[in-house]
């Protein structure tokens, strides 16, 4: 049975026997004679012979060889060309594109194309550097919007896989205003920044880049943790705490995220009690694990173990979940070790065991565009490359 990509070779050979078909159409009409169709058609034939019989690279090549580049098959050649991509053959996609460009009868719009074509096929390699004078050049010559705005894509994403972020911040100028989703790029690009210029003991700038990240995406997240972190390290703990209290407006889904920081600052600002009215009142809002578990903890260590079971046994009555019921049994066992017992409730023992295997492995973070998942928090997701779209694990297997 045919796969896909030899249902693609057959649309290509169907898209040549056409351009075949009329070639020699015209041919005919103009040297009355068939003598080049017996030729033309034998190389073509013997092209679907090979395609039938699931020889798919060998299909290919006699139908280039079958084919010459002029303006009716050019289009025949890139969709070739694309196809070889596709198959994670860009080796072979690159021989057709530059083929085509080594023809000077090429129109200057199709000249072009085909050198979007040959961008691709470089990025396809990992060749990165030959793509981005390539595409840098097609973007300096006067060509049509259409192609301007997909060779600005691509030389953006460029840009961002070498971690350019200022190349990729001044390409992208023109399209910020038009595109929300690059504007949210942009956001983070300023953030990565601001951690470079932070490394470098460069506070201001880096607090200048966070500046412009959230005149860029008033929604950044990271931007208000960054900004709350360098008012920690000048122990300005209240405008920290200012910085982070502003995340519930953003996305409350990122309270776990920012709780470390907020607890941080809170301590260090030797405000306990402040830190447990915080916690109590963001709970009332949005009542996740970690707020409840953190809770917990504060009146664990002030108040001991049972006013610790009293509040979180509550709380997590109302939003149950595996991890808080986790903490409920490590507090529940503390208990009984504390009333003298030699050993803990084989039923807590053996609930314990069921939580902490249900836990095991059990990712904290989810992307929000393709399901990704991972433990630690990253703000640009590997696989669909979107940037802000991972978020934590809302739910009874999570927050």
Request: proline share 4%; hydrophobic share 40%.
């Amino acid at each position: 049975m045919l796969d896909i990509p030899l249902l693609g070779v057959l649309f290509v050979a169907i898209a040549i026997g056409y351009g075949l078909g009329f070639r020699q159409a015209s041919r005919r009409s103009r040297e009355r004679s068939g003598s080049s169709h017996s030729g033309l058609s034998r190389d073509y034939f013997v092209g679907l012979n090979y395609l039938l019989n699931e020889q798919p690279d060998e299909a290919i090549n006699t139908f280039i060889n079958a084919l010459d580049v002029n303006s009716d098959t050019v289009e025949t050649h890139i969709t070739l060309g694309r196809l070889f991509r596709s198959r994670g053959e860009a080796d072979k996609a690159v021989s057709i594109h530059q083929n085509l460009l080594a023809r000077p009868a090429l129109s200057d719009a199709t000249n072009a194309k085909v050198q979007l074509e040959l961008a691709r096929d470089f990025v396809a390699l990992g060749v990165h550097d030959r793509a981005q004078r390539l595409l840098r050049t097609l973007l300096d010559q006067d060509h049509d919007s259409e192609l301007r705005y997909p060779a600005k894509r691509l030389l953006i994403d460029l840009l961002e896989r070498e971690k350019d972020w200022q190349g990729a911040l001044d390409t992208a100028a023109p399209l910020v205003k038009q595109q929300p989703n690059i504007r949210r790029a942009a956001a983070h690009w300023q953030c990565e920044l601001a951690e470079i210029e932070t490394a470098n003991a460069s506070r201001a700038l880096a607090k200048r880049h966070l500046k412009k990240a959230l005149q860029l995406d008033s929604q950044c997240v990271r931007a208000n943790l960054l900004l709350a972190g360098l008012e920690m390290e000048n122990a300005h703990y209240p405008q920290a705490i200012g910085y982070l209290t502003r995340i519930l407006d953003q996305d409350s889904a990122h309270l776990p995220t920012m709780l470390p920081a907020l607890k941080r600052a809170y301590l260090r600002n030797n405000d306990e009690v402040g830190l447990e009215t915080h916690l109590r009142q963001l709970i009332t809002i949005v009542p996740y694990t970690s707020l409840i578990i953190e809770l917990g903890e504060l009146i664990h260590h002030r108040d001991g173990v049972d006013a610790a079971i009293g509040v979180t046994g509550e709380l997590l009555s109302q939003a149950p979940s595996l991890r808080g019921l986790n903490y409920l049994v490590d507090l529940y066992i503390e208990s009984q070790r504390l009333q003298g017992r030699d050993a803990p409730d084989t039923r807590l023992v053996l609930l314990k065991h069921h939580t902490e295997a249900l836990l095991k492995d059990r990712p904290r973070h989810r992307c929000q565009r393709c399901g990704f998942t991972s433990d630690a928090l990253q703000w640009q997701c590997p696989t669909c490359r979107y940037w802000g779209t991972i978020k934590p694990i809302i739910g009874v297997e999570g927050e």
